[in-house]
């Protein structure tokens, strides 16, 4: 069966066609366009990866240099969630009939940090990135940051565990208060709509922190850049941050006495056997630090000082024979921290330098500063006020992208049931998300998966009924 996303003819028109945005225009038909064209590349070139084909999207990518535009456009995202969504979200009126536009916006940044995932594994289009590497570097900084600091006692952070307020009705709730004529009916709805637009940024943010692990250790495996090293080591500290990474491991953690790993995008239940088996999370953290420590470039860059020292040190007692059997290059940091261990490296010699320095993030604030405001209150009126006519042209459009072929060739492994983490075979019938191996384990998840269930069910049928009436 044919799933290709889209051709390559159609791809190099889509990849031409990419241009960095104003924040004003973010979410606006033209916006939304382009939104649409790189979901289908990013879907394409996980498609060409995981098959091992041709990998046509990363060339066309690197050929009409526009790479740099996606790390725009990806960091645009991010400018734009911190500082336009919280105001926007307190404007008396902003008071959506639907919220499906807003989700894009706020999930287009995961969609540009997953396609950036996939072609960044390459060297050309580290090189292609060319200066936007050092706003890659700084970005990947800042989320990795987020992790390390949300961090909760028990090392996992865990948005998707955050539950509305149990004061909070739902529409379906406050619909049947309207028929009693409450005044507080619409205050109501739209403060349900906010609490979960916020609750669904929050739980991407997980996601989106964990792939930019990812695009560092690209990086840190291609770059031979002075500058790019220079802002990994000295202005951003990257080795200790990791360190950190590993000691409080933000992807795993205990649920009521099991193991639970975040592996491919959900929270999944380990087997005792599978407790000390390294995730794909951890070997790109520890190759960072690999690369970032024994890299002749790096090492003459990066400024071993007592505290510094004290951090690398820390990494002893995680490199176990287990963790040496499933990853034995990391034999020589072994050696390398033993080495560290008794004895003092002289510090970086001080030269006169002429430093790059990231420029995205600065010029969009600083083009917008003051601007927050007026900017929210045009988004609420211009943008986030489409028509009905609009919204079933947007969700027919993303219906043809997002089809159930697609999305299967997609899955990295063999689903696992939702209830006991074993491989499964069956999928529920409602909503067709949700995987079990037996009759069993799906009565015995049904609780749990009731209510997200029923809630995709509603989806999907909207968005049936939408494509029919259009």
């Not at 050309?124 to 961090?151: I, N, P, W």
């Not at 083009?367 to 006519?389: L, M, P, R």
Request: hydrophobic letters at 35%; glycine letters at 4%.
């Amino acid at each position: 069966m044919d799933t290709s996303v889209v051709l390559p003819a159609e791809a190099e028109g889509f990849v031409q066609s990419l241009q960095v945005f104003p924040l004003k225009e973010v979410g606006s038909m033209r916006w939304f366009t382009q939104h649409e064209y790189i979901e289908k590349l990013n879907m394409q070139a996980i498609l060409n990866a995981s098959a091992m084909h041709d990998e046509f999207i990363k060339e066309l990518l690197v050929l009409h240099g526009k790479i740099p535009v996606l790390v725009h456009e990806m960091i645009l995202i991010e400018v734009w969630k911190q500082k336009v969504f919280p105001i926007l979200c307190q404007l008396q009126d902003f008071r959506p009939k639907n919220t499906f536009p807003l989700y894009m916006v706020i999930h287009h940044e995961a969609t540009i940090i997953n396609l950036l995932e996939t072609v960044m594994f390459h060297k050309d289009s580290c090189e292609a990135a060319d200066d936007s590497v050092l706003d890659l570097v700084d970005y990947c900084h800042r989320k990795l940051t987020l992790l390390a600091g949300k961090t909760g006692q028990n090392g996992a952070v865990t948005p998707q565990e955050k539950q509305p307020d149990e004061t909070a009705r739902s529409p379906k709730e406050v619909k049947h208060r309207s028929r009693r004529g409450s005044p507080r009916i619409r205050v109501e709805v739209c403060s349900f709509v906010v609490q979960e637009l916020q609750m669904q940024s929050s739980t991407l943010e997980l996601e989106i922190s964990l792939k930019a692990v990812s695009v560092l250790r690209y990086i840190t495996d291609h770059t031979q850049s002075v500058s790019v090293i220079t802002r990994m080591l000295s202005t951003h500290n990257f080795p200790c941050l990791l360190v950190h990474l590993i000691d409080c491991c933000p992807w795993s953690r205990c649920n009521n006495g099991e193991v639970e790993k975040y592996i491919n995008g959900k929270w999944q239940k380990l087997p005792a056997e599978d407790h000390l088996k390294m995730t794909k999370l951890d070997g790109q953290v520890w190759l960072s630090l690999y690369n970032l420590l024994l890299k002749e470039d790096c090492q003459r860059k990066y400024d071993f000082n007592s505290f510094n020292k004290s951090q690398l040190l820390k990494l002893r007692r995680f490199l176990t024979e287990v963790l040496l059997d499933q990853l034995p290059i990391l034999v020589e940091l072994q050696r390398f921290l033993a080495h560290l261990a008794v004895t003092d490296p002289e510090p970086p010699r001080k030269g006169l330098i002429l430093e790059q320095i990231p420029e995205i993030w600065n010029h969009i604030v600083n083009e917008n500063s003051g601007k927050w405001k007026g900017i929210a209150k045009y988004q609420v009126q211009e943008t986030f006020s489409a028509s009905e006519s609009d919204l079933r042209l947007q969700a027919s459009r993303l219906a043809q992208t997002y089809n159930l072929d697609v999305m299967e060739s997609l899955i990295p492994e063999k689903p696992k049931c939702g209830s006991c983490g074993r491989e499964a075979a069956k999928r529920c019938s409602q909503c067709q998300a949700e995987w079990y191996c037996s009759r069993e384990c799906q009565v015995k998840n049904w609780a749990k998966h009731k209510k997200v269930c029923q809630l995709m069910t509603r989806t999907s049928e909207k968005l049936s009924d939408l494509q029919i009436q259009s």
